[in-house]
């Protein structure tokens, strides 16, 4: 299994000062920067679109903050997107399955264009898609809530979705980041942990502690111990 990463996601943050946020959670040990689209049409909200994205993309490189962006493209149609943002500066792009034309298209357009690929799964949302193209993708994205809004609590009926998504990444011998993404706190993330996943994306329980330090520390902690157990 791949070493845990930690992904804030931006969502949840001051956006008056985004790229000091940003600043403040990579020098705090985040490994990816988690980038939510949203298009008021797929999910019933609107948020930031790929000038964004590259705009926080040169600020990272300004400032030298290696960590990934992770863009999840909660819009529909994806196709026409993708471009954009993997020349803004996305370093994975990920997409619901049900939000293109051909799943297989969309994922080379992703490769293609630089950026790696992933897959997500809303709560509702059967994984026939991952195990068609399971071995086609860097990362698996596992919804813990329905997508569109950020401090949704967590669907504790996902923890059987993320084991067996990890079931069936492991029986394709292949290794994609597992990721989950919604409601994420330092008391369920030893679960999460313990289900599979190896990279966890948390908004309002990292950007609405006074110490992102120690918020991100809190949270390896609890992943250690679930890993251990």
């Not at 293609?112 to 992933?118: I, L, T, V």
Request: charged fraction near 20%.
């Amino acid at each position: 299994m791949n070493q845990p990463w930690i992904a804030p996601s931006i969502l949840s943050a001051d956006f008056s000062r985004l790229g000091e946020e940003v600043q403040a959670v990579a020098d705090a040990g985040a490994d990816l920067i988690h980038f939510d689209v949203m298009d008021n049409h797929y999910v019933p909200n609107l948020t930031i679109g790929p000038p964004v994205c590259e705009s926080l993309r040169k600020f990272m490189d300004r400032k030298g903050i290696a960590a990934t962006i992770d863009a999840h493209l909660m819009i529909d149609p994806v196709e026409a997107l993708i471009p954009p943002f993997a020349a803004a500066g996305a370093g994975f792009i990920s997409f619901h399955p049900e939000t293109c034309r051909d799943v297989g298209r969309t994922i080379a357009a992703i490769r293609g264009s630089g950026a790696k690929p992933g897959l997500v799964f809303s709560p509702d949302v059967p994984l026939d898609a991952l195990d068609s193209f399971v071995r086609s993708i860097d990362l698996v994205l596992i919804m813990s809530v329905n997508p569109g809004f950020g401090g949704q609590k967590f669907i504790e009926a996902t923890l059987p979705k993320i084991v067996a998504a990890r079931a069936l990444i492991d029986r394709a011998n292949v290794n994609p980041r597992l990721e989950v993404d919604g409601g994420i706190t330092h008391d369920n993330i030893g679960a999460v942990a313990a289900a599979g996943a190896d990279t966890f994306v948390a908004g309002s329980a990292i950007f609405r502690m006074g110490d992102y330090r120690a918020a991100i520390a809190g949270m390896r902690r609890q992943i250690e111990a679930a890993r251990a157990a």
